[in-house]
């Protein structure tokens, strides 16, 4: 592959991260490679676009994220393709997503560049309401009540089932997410290679267990106002008996890592 196009990303108001990132921006500076960032965040050698949607009409041929599975998870949202991301992990985080820290840089650069690494395909779904599609997930979607004071009835149809249940929230997860949200609200843990989602009820009045389902759009209808939350981090209100229809996003993210590694997620459980 040739990696002249790449893209930083880091977390959110950490200087180690700017630090590191500007160490990897010279690196990849003096390696030929052009770097971009997106604003605010501005590196020296490095060509700062003004949007995620500028950076979306970049032809890329890397992203690299610098900070913890929140920022990797970032960098995938704002990819609508299938760019690779390799990731910088920080001290303090766990970071099972990336694939190295800042002192193994150099010698982490050497190896892609000399293509010395596989490529790990993840799942992503999306979310569409009203034909208006939102950000692609990697680990899940989740819809929420916005009334805190009412218990909102949701109808989810998938295959050829359809279920009703009065609950706080329902998500669904991927393989990559069942060890996040999903699996603190009850969910089960799923192999990564997994194609299959998992339905997960939050606070359901009725017992209901989560449900692994194949890939196949499923239908979620709230009879109250909610809100869509893609990975925890990007949120968008809906109205009531709105239908929002989920289903696998058409470009996987892709990882670049240098190892083969499968259950990576158990890690994030102190397996």
């Not at 700017?18 to 997106?38: I, M, P, S």
């Not at 982490?108 to 779904?125: G, T």
């Not at 060890?179 to 799923?190: E, I, M, R």
């Amino acid at each position: 592959m040739t990696m002249k196009n790449i893209v930083l990303v880091t977390r959110y108001g950490s200087l180690e991260a700017e630090n590191t990132a500007n160490k990897v921006a010279q690196l990849l500076h003096k390696r030929g490679a052009n770097v971009y960032t997106v604003s605010p965040l501005s590196l020296v050698n490095a060509k700062m676009l003004e949007s995620e949607e500028e950076l979306r009409d970049t032809p890329l041929d890397l992203a690299i994220a610098v900070g913890g599975d929140g920022t990797m998870l970032r960098a995938v949202r704002w990819l609508s393709n299938s760019v690779p991301v390799f990731g910088i992990r920080l001290a303090g985080s766990r970071g099972i997503l990336a694939e190295t820290t800042p002192d193994e840089l150099e010698s982490a650069l050497d190896r892609i560049f000399s293509n010395s690494f596989c490529l790990e395909k993840r799942m992503r779904i999306h979310a569409a309401v009203d034909g208006v599609e939102y950000p692609p997930a990697l680990n899940e979607i989740f819809i929420n009540k916005i009334n805190v004071t009412r218990t909102p009835t949701y109808t989810i149809k998938f295959a050829q089932d359809e279920l009703t249940q009065r609950m706080d929230g329902v998500m669904i997860a991927t393989p990559t997410g069942s060890t996040g949200y999903s699996f603190s609200s009850g969910g089960p843990v799923l192999h990564e290679n997994l194609n299959v989602l998992v339905i997960t009820p939050l606070s359901p009045l009725n017992r209901m267990p989560p449900l692994v389902v194949p890939i196949e759009p499923i239908e979620v209808r709230s009879n109250s106002d909610s809100s869509i939350v893609v990975d925890g981090q990007s949120t968008f209100e809906i109205r009531n008996e709105q239908d929002i229809k989920i289903s696998r996003y058409k470009h996987d993210a892709v990882f670049l890592r240098f190892e083969t590694k499968g259950l990576r997620q158990l890690a994030k459980l102190g397996f």
